[in-house]
């Protein structure tokens, strides 16, 4: 399976791939993330048609974002 790499892009970039997986899983789909083999801090994500390689650091930053707007 090819996963495309997002860690060198930008955080905006890789924000509208989390929202992408996001309306998947809220649509049911089953989310799977894994370390990578590759060592901290690389995580794979797997969605659907969405086969990604980031780090789990901007993943956990979005995922905070996320949180502090469904407190507003």
Same mark, same amino acid.
């Given at each position: 399976?090819?996963? %495309? $790499?997002? =860690?060198? +892009?930008?955080?905006? /970039?890789? /924000? +509208? !791939?989390? %929202?992408?997986?996001? #309306?998947?899983?809220? +649509?049911?789909? *089953? !989310?799977?993330?894994? &370390? ?5 801090? #690389? !995580? *794979? !994500?797997?969605? /659907? ?6 780090? =789990? =650091? $901007?993943? &956990? ?5 996320? +949180?502090?707007? &469904?407190?507003?």
């Amino acid at each position: 399976m090819h996963r %495309n $790499s997002i =860690i060198d +892009k930008p955080d905006e /970039e890789k /924000e +509208k !791939v989390y %929202n992408q997986i996001q #309306a998947h899983y809220l +649509k049911g789909k *089953t !989310v799977k993330l894994r &370390e990578h083999k590759g060592g901290f801090p #690389a !995580v *794979t !994500v797997d969605c /659907e048609d969405i086969h990604i390689l980031t780090d =789990i =650091i $901007s993943l &956990e930053q979005w995922w905070g974002k996320q +949180k502090q707007k &469904e407190r507003r």
